[in-house]
């Protein structure tokens, strides 16, 4: 009985703990696009920051895709609390599949050239342009409409125990140790692949020197 506790702590909380979880790592997400849509505007002093944070980006984006798609399987395989909470809008569930396969193609587009380097064929080239223009509208609608639900949603929990129990002593939602453990872990992974892959980072800035970046690439 005493390792239920610790299981709980590392991953309970339910379809509160998945809210929480998708609400973080999209507030981190945001920051880091942000910071990523400021790379390509000045692509030609930071290129090695844009390369540097396309492959950091990896880790987050996977716990994103990972906690967006535990909740949608939840749902479908006719979990009773998933069901209860309910299913995305229309609009979202609609928009799913694009978000998630122009997110793929756009990474691994981007990787495949950053492997290749400057000599990367006109193929990669355009498959990894017209998949971050995919990409671009995709998740621009997505943000846009999740934008006035995040503030909700980062409060999940306090609003949960408030609605759900008399008490005045404050709990956390059971895994939250877990989740932020797995947000760690998923960005440090981002960070270790990024300086991993320096040398071709190197490769691409050198190679590029007396290039345009913007019409090499995107």
Do not use: C
């Not at 009985?1 to 379809?15: E, N, Q």
């Not at 910071?35 to 540097?52: D, E, R």
Request: net charge positive; hydrophobic share 50%.
């Amino acid at each position: 009985m005493a390792r239920r506790p610790r299981f709980d702590r590392l991953f309970g909380g339910g379809t509160d703990g998945n809210e929480q979880l998708t609400a973080v790592t999209a507030v981190i997400l945001l920051v880091l696009f942000a910071v990523l849509g400021v790379t390509i505007v000045f692509i030609g002093q930071l290129l090695w920051l844009h390369l540097f944070l396309g492959v950091l980006l990896v880790g987050p984006v996977a716990v994103k895709m990972a906690s967006t798609g535990y909740r949608f399987v939840r749902y479908y395989t006719s979990n009773a609390a998933y069901r209860r909470k309910g299913p995305p809008h229309p609009l979202m569930r609609l928009l799913g599949p694009f978000v998630v396969l122009s997110t793929v193609g756009v990474f691994l587009t981007g990787l495949v050239l950053l492997i290749d380097g400057p000599s990367a064929g006109a193929l990669i080239r355009f498959l990894h342009k017209a998949t971050f223009i995919a990409w671009l509208g995709a998740v621009g609608i997505h943000v846009l409409w999740h934008l006035i639900e995040l503030p909700h949603s980062l409060h999940a929990v306090q609003n949960a125990q408030r609605s759900s129990s008399t008490r005045s002593r404050s709990r956390y939602v059971p895994g939250s140790t877990g989740r932020a453990l797995l947000l760690l872990s998923a960005t440090v992974g981002g960070l270790v692949l990024a300086l991993a892959f320096l040398p071709q980072i190197h490769a691409w800035t050198a190679g590029l020197a007396y290039h345009p970046y913007h019409l090499q690439l995107h």
